[in-house]
């Protein structure tokens, strides 16, 4: 259906493989399940991506969506954890060094573990999946309202939209992201997974996902930040050390800025806590941790131009 031919959307954020909360969430919205899919009379579902991984039912999440999409009642973009999907199953392009896009190493395949245990004797279902990945646009331009999954970059957008105006990737780009820094990793890397700052002189910081990193995510839409604490935008904060610390002016030069006069923008990725509201009148992460026993949220989007509190609706997992 054309945009005209629904009387709203409701945008989801992260899954991850938390199916029975979700199904939870789409009868708290007035869905119901019909002939076996989950059916709104006049309103279309829209996932943020990362439907798979950690979790405990990956699987029944992935059937949910899927038979949803199929049926005409959700769309999805992509996660960054569909991406890893491919990338962990795709072989790497000769010469690059790599047998997969995404090497085998333990850090990866603990990010991809639960899901794959859960697929344990269903191979030709799980390929089927991981072909279905391929049909999930890196982003979508609704008019009114744009979802991507971590963060809207107008210039590779368009970059990326001349070559597929569709906004699928296909093999060929995905084996192109193994250079670093080039156009396909640079786009896979900003859409779905955010802007990251180096910590300064080689610093590096463990989460409490037990990763060590040498780098933070950041706000895309901060107008003027001083500090590095002001940018900041994960569940990790920085050490004070570092979060007090100015911003230069080539750094401030070189931020991307999220206007507040463009349209509305969702996102999920971002692991945020506490009562789901807009980050600003235009911008909202749909993300709040639920596979971490916090809460799946939807966004129940009417034609208003300004994001509204009220309209911000989830289940809390206990």
């Known amino acids: 259906m054309a ?3 629904w009387q709203g959307y409701d945008i989801i954020g992260d899954v991850h493989g938390c199916a029975h909360t979700l199904e939870a969430l789409l009868e708290r919205m007035g869905y ?3 002939g076996g899919v989950w059916r709104h009379p006049q309103r279309q579902a829209l996932f943020l991506g990362d439907i798979i991984d950690r979790g405990p039912r990956i699987r029944e999440a992935l059937l949910l969506v899927r038979d949803m999409i199929e049926a005409g009642s959700a769309r999805c973009i992509m996660g960054n954890h569909e991406f890893n999907a491919l990338g962990w199953m795709t072989p790497a392009p000769a010469g690059s060094g790599r047998r997969y896009v995404r090497e085998h190493t333990e850090r990866n ?3 991809i573990q639960a899901t794959l245990e859960q697929f344990s004797g269903r191979a030709a279902e799980w390929d089927e999946f991981v072909d279905w990945f391929w049909t999930l646009p890196l982003f979508l331009d609704m008019g009114p309202f744009r979802l991507v999954h971590a963060c809207w970059d107008d210039q590779l957008i368009e970059s990326f939209s001349a070559q597929y105006p569709d906004a699928c990737p296909d093999i060929e780009f995905l084996q192109a992201s193994v250079e670093r820094d080039g156009f396909a990793d640079q786009v896979f890397d900003r859409l779905l997974r955010g802007i990251g700052m180096p910590l ?3 610093l590096t910081m463990t989460g409490r996902d037990g990763f060590t990193r040498a780098m933070f995510r950041t706000k895309f839409w901060e107008e003027a930040p001083q500090t590095y604490g002001d940018l900041v935008f994960q569940p990790d904060g920085l050490p004070e ?3 007090i610390r100015p911003l230069t ?3 401030k030069r070189e931020l991307l800025i999220y206007g507040s006069d463009q349209p ?3 996102v999920g990725h971002y692991w945020q806590q506490g009562v789901p509201q807009p980050l600003r009148k235009n911008l909202a992460c749909l993300d ?3 596979v971490k026993y916090g809460r799946l949220v939807a966004y129940r989007w009417s034609g208003e131009q300004r994001l509204l509190r009220e309209n911000f609706v989830w289940v809390d997992v206990r």
């Open 3 to 5: 945009l005209e031919q």
């Open 32 to 34: 119901a399940r019909i």
């Open 109 to 111: 395949q603990r990010q």
């Open 200 to 202: 300064p002189h080689g």
């Open 241 to 243: 050390h570092i979060a």
């Open 249 to 251: 002016d080539r750094q």
């Open 264 to 266: 509305l923008l969702f």
């Open 288 to 290: 709040y941790s639920a």
